[in-house]
């Protein structure tokens, strides 16, 4: 078992090399560059709509999710009708805080799953009963406890991840309810108070 593994400068410096070896290679990167449509000639892909400007392809290899490109295409050249998605169960979504401390955090390792609840309630609720947790799970990373270079000296770097299922309303107010909730735990954990005192930072994202 080789384990797991972690680039110092966070997972993104994974993303640089690989960026570096294509271009050394002769690939080019267009960013800010959203595909709008896929154009087609005989059954052949010939061109995508980018940004409103036509630019042709000798050939196109699609990796987004697989409904979103069907719905770039023509309609008649999709494998699927909207209703058959309609019925698909889709992976869940997630509550992430992105957490700046001012102060390190003791007792807290990278990785730390928050799993003191039933496995089986939190999947239900994102599954079946599609509603906010009632007895929520969540994960902890912190990689300033791995690699220095994230967090400035004596603060610590630290996000918290919780699933959840897809479509269900959302608010403000029922994100910091469930921030709140982790960050008790937390201290709970690693026996420190206060924490919410010592965020310098915050950025959340559902």
Not at 26 to 49: D, M, W
Not at 156 to 177: H, K, Q, V, W, Y
Not at 190 to 200: C, I, P, R
């Amino acid at each position: 078992m080789l384990g797991t593994w972690y680039p110092m400068g966070g997972f993104y410096q994974l993303v640089l090399a690989m960026k570096t070896v294509a271009e050394k290679e002769g690939a080019r990167f267009h960013f800010n560059s959203p595909v709008e449509q896929i154009n087609t000639n005989g059954g052949k892909v010939t061109s995508l709509l980018i940004n409103g400007e036509e630019l042709h392809f000798d050939s196109v290899i699609a990796s987004s999710d697989y409904h979103h490109t069907e719905n770039l295409l023509p309609q008649s050249l999709r494998n699927y009708a909207e209703t058959y998605w309609e019925k698909r169960t889709f992976a869940p979504s997630c509550l992430i805080y992105y957490l700046g401390f001012k102060t390190r955090i003791p007792g807290l390792k990278h990785h730390t799953l928050f799993f003191e609840n039933p496995l089986d309630a939190h999947i239900d609720d994102i599954y079946e009963h599609k509603q906010w947790p009632r007895k929520p799970l969540f994960y902890a990373c912190c990689p300033s406890k791995t690699d220095p270079g994230v967090a400035p000296e004596g603060h610590e770097n630290l996000f918290l991840l919780m699933p959840l299922a897809t479509g269900i309303a959302d608010s403000e107010a029922m994100r910091e309810r469930y921030l709140l909730e982790m960050m008790e735990r937390l201290e709970k954990y690693t026996g420190s108070t206060g924490l919410m005192q010592q965020v310098d930072y915050k950025e959340v994202t559902a």
